[in-house]
């Protein structure tokens, strides 16, 4: 991870620690050559800047998507809740500046590439193979499961299932995105290759990678 883009990413807002954010690198600076990269939980642009660097330096796109009004776990009165995130004139969260401003600064802008809404609607229309799915959304178990079923069968053959956030252990965190990783395994299209913190990787091998052919 070039020098530069390690401090942008440092310095923006959201949640990803840094080891896991350099192995999301790593992983995209592999995968980037053979097609487009997909997140889904764009917030501030944290871990979009460890995915646009890995764009940056081999080629390639990443696209972000996020209706930018936050999870359950952002909106005021919840644990991962930041007041200064909150459109004043409707009264909900909006990320959308932040990640802007964010990816701007890093110089990005050409990488890394935002869809704005939901991520079951863009989901729907989507229509291109992945190298990469990073799936970092909504939390809740149906969000989770969603953006599974919505995304999962684009990651072409060889290509990388990212998963964050996964606690096998109910007491060390929330337990959809883990139901999840579960579901990738069970489902056989995927298999566990590596993991760092509580972000793991699966390869897609074959088979039916979700029961929502879009
Ligand atoms: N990857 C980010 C963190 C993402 S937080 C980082 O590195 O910091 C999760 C994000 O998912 C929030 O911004 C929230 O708005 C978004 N989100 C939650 N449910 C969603 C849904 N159904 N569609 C689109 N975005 C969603
Ligand atoms: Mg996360």
């Given at each position: 991870?070039p020098?530069?883009?390690l401090?942008?990413?440092?310095?923006?807002?959201?949640?990803?620690p840094?080891?896991?954010g350099?192995?999301l690198?790593?992983?995209?600076?592999e995968?980037?050559?053979?097609?487009?990269a997909l997140?889904v939980?764009t917030?501030?642009?944290?871990?979009?800047?460890y995915?646009g660097?890995?764009a940056r330096?081999?080629g390639g796109?990443?696209?972000?998507?996020?209706?930018?009004?936050g999870s359950?776990e952002?909106?005021?009165?919840?644990?991962?809740h930041?007041?200064?995130?909150?459109?004043?004139e409707f009264?909900?969260?909006?990320?959308?500046?932040?990640?802007r401003?964010?990816i701007?600064r890093?110089?990005?802008?050409?990488?890394v590439?935002?869809l704005v809404g939901?991520?079951t609607?863009?989901?729907?229309?989507w229509r291109?193979?992945?190298?990469?799915?990073?799936i970092?959304g909504g939390h809740a178990e149906?969000?989770a499961?969603n953006?599974?079923s919505?995304?999962?069968?684009?990651?072409?053959?060889?290509?990388a299932?990212?998963?964050?956030?996964v606690?096998?252990?109910?007491?060390?965190?929330?337990q959809p995105?883990?139901?999840?990783?579960?579901?990738?395994?069970a489902?056989?299209?995927f298999?566990?290759a590596?993991?760092?913190g509580?972000?793991r990787v699966?390869?897609r091998?074959?088979?039916?990678?979700?029961?929502?052919?879009g």
């Open positions: 991870m020098a530069d883009l401090a942008h990413a440092l310095a923006a807002k959201g949640f990803m840094e080891d896991e350099e192995f690198h790593r992983v995209a600076s995968r980037l050559p053979h097609g487009p997140e939980g917030y501030c642009g944290k871990s979009a800047i995915l660097a890995a330096e081999v796109t990443v696209f972000t998507v996020d209706h930018h009004r359950e952002n909106q005021a009165g919840w644990e991962h930041d007041a200064t995130l909150v459109d004043a009264g909900v969260m909006d990320t959308l500046p932040i990640f401003r964010t701007a890093a110089g990005l802008e050409d990488q590439i935002a939901r991520s609607t863009v989901a729907r229309h291109t193979p992945l190298s990469l799915l990073f970092d149906e969000h499961q953006d599974y919505g995304w999962a069968h684009w990651v072409m053959p060889g290509g299932l990212v998963i964050h956030d606690f096998e252990r109910p007491e060390d965190g929330g995105p883990y139901h999840v990783w579960l579901r990738a395994v489902s056989k299209a298999e566990p590596r993991t760092v509580s972000m699966l390869t091998v074959a088979g039916d990678a979700g029961d929502s052919a």
